[in-house]
């Protein structure tokens, strides 16, 4: 996105890369990530009233939390990977998931304080770092409880895929090596403290333009439902603005890295729709974000994979 114009900024979010741990568990709630990227663009796009952004797994949900909260600050919206998903005010998420995929489902797994750590230490941060980035069956993905990811040969040699280089992989490992895994499982123990602060907001719009981008064998579109929030009018009922939504046939989880660049035309045309005069724009991904473009990716199937250190306030 540079190379054709665009000044990016691809912060490593709260407890990822070079940006500090916040110690308190709570402290990785939406409203405390949409405040550090509030923040980030209040210093490096003080002039820009709006900013592009692009966001992948929780860089996409924590995108479509920028969008519902501060829409004032949002000029465009590509997301990838994970769709808006509206507050149900009758259930929080982890009882849905759990009763939906039982206790082994890998969101219930991460609930486990210290437990599930234990389990990642012993497999070791590198072998972890391959399954998830290696995953690509379309159905979910289960932990089971002292069985790793559930392989009959724990230590059978996993081979990258062939858009992912040894180079970046091992830029990967160090930075978990660094952080550990604490910071990025937080996000998903806030899932219910999500549920409960975002009350105010229950049946709110995304009132930006959006475009949305998935592969047809990611595990989030194969989920049970989604394909019809997403092609049968739910989404477009909850994002009003939706433009385009893009399937990828042939592509899983990390559509964006797998069909670089395809997926960088398709950002690249729905910006350049939205204005004739691309001076900023903004990306996110547990995968990055910001316009200038903030780009949010979250690698550990929420996962970040970015370059640029912010200091979050802790809290």
């Not at 719009?205 to 929030?229: R, S």
């Amino acid at each position: 996105m540079a190379s054709l114009g665009y000044r990016c900024a691809a912060p490593d979010l709260r407890g990822f890369g070079d940006t500090d741990m916040v110690e308190t568990p709570t402290g990785y709630t939406s409203l405390h990530v949409v405040g550090d990227l509030i923040g980030l663009l209040d210093t490096i796009a003080a002039d820009e009233e709006k900013v592009f952004v692009v966001g992948h797994d929780w860089g996409a949900i924590t995108a479509w939390h920028l969008c519902l909260f501060r829409p004032d600050r949002v000029k465009a919206l590509v997301n990838l990977s994970v769709p808006f998903s509206p507050r149900n005010p009758k259930r929080k998420p982890i009882d849905g998931l759990r009763a939906l995929y039982g206790d082994d489902y890998y969101i219930c797994r991460f609930q486990e304080a210290e437990a599930i750590e234990a389990e990642f230490a012993d497999i070791g941060i590198a072998r972890v770092l391959k399954e998830f980035l290696t995953y690509r069956k379309p159905g979910p993905l289960y932990l089971p409880k002292g069985k790793g990811f559930g392989h009959s040969n724990v230590d059978a040699p996993i081979d990258l895929p062939s858009w992912l280089s040894e180079e970046e992989y091992n830029y990967y490992v160090r930075k978990y090596e660094k952080t550990g895994f604490k910071g990025a499982l937080n996000y998903y123990r806030n899932l219910d403290l999500n549920w409960e602060l975002t009350a105010p907001w229950t049946g709110a719009k995304i009132k930006v333009p959006v475009k949305f981008i998935v592969g047809d064998l990611d595990l989030t579109y194969n989920a049970p439902g989604v394909k019809d929030y997403i092609h049968k009018g739910g989404l477009k009922r909850d994002v009003p603005l939706l433009k385009d939504v893009v399937v990828i046939k042939g592509a899983g989880h990390f559509v964006h890295e797998e069909r670089i660049e395809e997926v960088n035309k398709h950002i690249h045309d729905f910006f350049r729709q939205q204005t004739r005069t691309d001076t900023i724009r903004i990306c996110s991904t547990a995968s990055v974000l910001l316009p200038i473009v903030l780009v949010c990716f979250y690698v550990l199937l929420g996962w970040l994979t970015t370059d640029r250190a912010v200091n979050a306030p802790h809290s």
